[in-house]
């Protein structure tokens, strides 16, 4: 367990006198990976001889590291260099650097001339930055917890107290209890509000509203609609949307290597002002502050040129594409055409095979229709004799029997 003490003189820390070649760094924050950390390092690195990270079961989210320096003026560049700087452009968390002794001792409460400073990061850095005390001394001890008696005010379980020395003088008081609180808690998943998921979450940063991205149910752009809440921070990538201006709202240049954002301009931070032990001259700011603005200007020449570029590309192929579906299209209907034609063609010639048989059938019929009234008059030609012959005959059959009966007059006159 890590204790944290102070002296009581207000030597200050930043003094090489005081400094000695171990330093500890407190409070990194976990995304800051082992890596990073190193990079972070990187202007400084080669003086250094040691790093050991340690890790503490209790603050899952943070982690701390033992720096063993070369020398004291070694150790003197890099407290200037880095104490007080941001961990990331893009986060809030700077690194705080102490003064590093080791003890064998198991202690409850503070050594004879120190007292006892809270672990929590939110208090230790408003106690360095507002310099009400240095730290002069840190020292690792083998303990639970720390005692809330240094103060006689009763003490969260970060040791954050309301101290009167500091936070008695403003207003704050109740809200860095409950950041102090909020940073003992053990880190929650966090899922949209409205559907539940996991994955592509966005959080307002106005209400602290959950919700999922486009890719999902589009719960956060609801909420804005609904809120007009613009500003959106993206958990994954850890950048703000603004759906006003439909962009992204930084302007942090960007690692060529690992796509991390990167602070191009370095600057040596001491509580004193005095940069003689690092070795930093007065204009570094300023030469830093030209490169990043000549850095941001070919980064948003280069943007701008991609965009472009991207917008020819995106119409040459769509113009593409467009010219593929209307050349398919064609296709279709060329076949469709050459199908229908030949259909056509396939129904004009039926039609005309069927016009020569009904002409033939035509003929056909008037040959028979002559034929029929051919054929009436032959048979009435027919009944016609049929019926002179009869009456010839009757006449004949009557004449034959009136010669008959004379015949048998004449005869029977003659007999007698």
């Given at each position: 367990?890590?204790?944290?003490?102070?002296?009581l003189?207000?030597?200050p820390?930043?003094?090489?006198g005081?400094?000695?070649?171990?330093?500890f760094?407190?409070?990194?924050?976990n995304?800051?990976?082992?890596?990073?950390?190193?990079?972070?390092?990187?202007?400084?690195?080669?003086?250094v001889s040691?790093?050991?990270f340690?890790?503490n079961?209790?603050?899952e989210?943070r982690?701390?590291?033992l720096?063993?320096?070369?020398?004291?003026?070694a150790?003197?560049?890099?407290?200037c260099t880095?104490?007080?700087?941001?961990f990331s452009?893009?986060?809030?968390?700077?690194?705080?650097?102490?003064?590093?002794?080791e003890?064998?001792?198991?202690?409850?409460t503070?050594?004879?001339?120190?007292?006892?400073l809270?672990?929590c990061p939110v208090?230790l850095g408003?106690r360095?930055?507002?310099?009400?005390?240095?730290?002069a001394t840190?020292f690792?001890?083998?303990?639970?917890?720390l005692?809330p008696?240094?103060s006689g005010i009763l003490s969260m379980?970060?040791d954050?107290?309301?101290?009167?020395s500091c936070?008695?003088?403003?207003?704050s008081v109740?809200?860095?209890?409950?950041?102090?609180?909020l940073?003992q808690?053990?880190?929650?998943v966090?899922?949209?509000?409205?559907?539940?998921?996991?994955?592509?979450?966005?959080?307002?940063l106005?209400c602290?509203?959950v919700?999922?991205?486009r890719y999902?149910?589009?719960?956060?752009i609801?909420?804005?609609?609904?809120t007009?809440h613009?500003?959106?921070l993206?958990?994954?990538?850890q950048q703000?949307?603004?759906?006003?201006?439909?962009?992204?709202?930084?302007?942090?240049?960007?690692?060529?290597v690992?796509?991390?954002l990167?602070?191009?301009?370095?600057?040596?931070?001491s509580l004193?002002?005095?940069?003689?032990?690092?070795g930093?001259s007065e204009?570094?700011e300023?030469?830093g502050?030209?490169f990043?603005?000549?850095?941001?200007?070919?980064?948003a020449?280069?943007?701008?040129l991609a965009?472009?570029?991207?917008e020819?590309?995106?119409?040459?192929?769509e113009s593409?594409?467009l010219e593929?579906?209307?050349?398919?299209?064609n296709?279709?209907?060329e076949?469709?055409?050459?199908a229908?034609t030949?259909?056509?063609?396939?129904?004009?010639?039926k039609?005309?095979?069927?016009g020569?048989?009904k002409?033939?059938?035509?003929?056909l019929?008037?040959?028979?229709?002559?034929?029929?009234?051919?054929?009436?008059?032959?048979?009435?030609?027919i009944?016609?004799?049929k019926?002179l012959?009869?009456?010839l005959k009757?006449?004949q059959?009557l004449?034959?029997e009136e010669?008959?009966r004379?015949?048998?007059?004449?005869i029977?006159?003659?007999?007698r």
């Amino acid at each position: 367990m890590v204790h944290l003490f102070r002296t009581l003189s207000h030597a200050p820390l930043s003094s090489p006198g005081a400094r000695s070649t171990t330093l500890f760094v407190v409070a990194v924050p976990n995304y800051f990976s082992p890596d990073d950390f190193i990079r972070f390092s990187g202007p400084r690195i080669g003086d250094v001889s040691e790093l050991r990270f340690i890790r503490n079961d209790g603050m899952e989210d943070r982690y701390s590291v033992l720096i063993e320096l070369a020398d004291q003026k070694a150790a003197d560049g890099f407290y200037c260099t880095f104490n007080g700087k941001n961990f990331s452009p893009a986060e809030a968390e700077v690194c705080h650097i102490l003064d590093y002794t080791e003890s064998a001792d198991v202690a409850s409460t503070p050594p004879s001339g120190f007292t006892e400073l809270p672990s929590c990061p939110v208090c230790l850095g408003r106690r360095v930055y507002r310099k009400l005390f240095t730290i002069a001394t840190f020292f690792l001890l083998m303990s639970e917890r720390l005692d809330p008696d240094t103060s006689g005010i009763l003490s969260m379980q970060c040791d954050h107290s309301f101290h009167c020395s500091c936070d008695c003088e403003e207003d704050s008081v109740s809200v860095l209890y409950q950041v102090c609180r909020l940073c003992q808690q053990q880190d929650e998943v966090p899922s949209c509000f409205i559907c539940g998921t996991m994955e592509n979450l966005w959080v307002c940063l106005i209400c602290g509203f959950v919700g999922c991205g486009r890719y999902k149910d589009k719960h956060a752009i609801s909420h804005w609609k609904n809120t007009q809440h613009c500003y959106s921070l993206d958990l994954r990538t850890q950048q703000i949307w603004d759906y006003v201006g439909d962009t992204y709202v930084h302007r942090l240049n960007q690692s060529k290597v690992d796509g991390k954002l990167l602070e191009m301009n370095s600057y040596c931070e001491s509580l004193e002002g005095d940069c003689g032990s690092c070795g930093c001259s007065e204009d570094s700011e300023i030469s830093g502050a030209l490169f990043s603005s000549k850095i941001e200007a070919i980064h948003a020449d280069y943007i701008h040129l991609a965009s472009t570029q991207l917008e020819v590309q995106r119409k040459h192929y769509e113009s593409l594409m467009l010219e593929a579906k209307s050349r398919k299209e064609n296709s279709k209907l060329e076949a469709i055409e050459k199908a229908v034609t030949s259909k056509i063609e396939d129904i004009h010639s039926k039609l005309g095979k069927l016009g020569d048989k009904k002409k033939v059938v035509a003929e056909l019929n008037q040959t028979l229709i002559k034929n029929q009234d051919m054929m009436r008059r032959k048979v009435k030609e027919i009944e016609e004799r049929k019926t002179l012959s009869l009456k010839l005959k009757d006449e004949q059959i009557l004449d034959l029997e009136e010669q008959i009966r004379d015949l048998k007059v004449y005869i029977g006159a003659n007999s007698r």
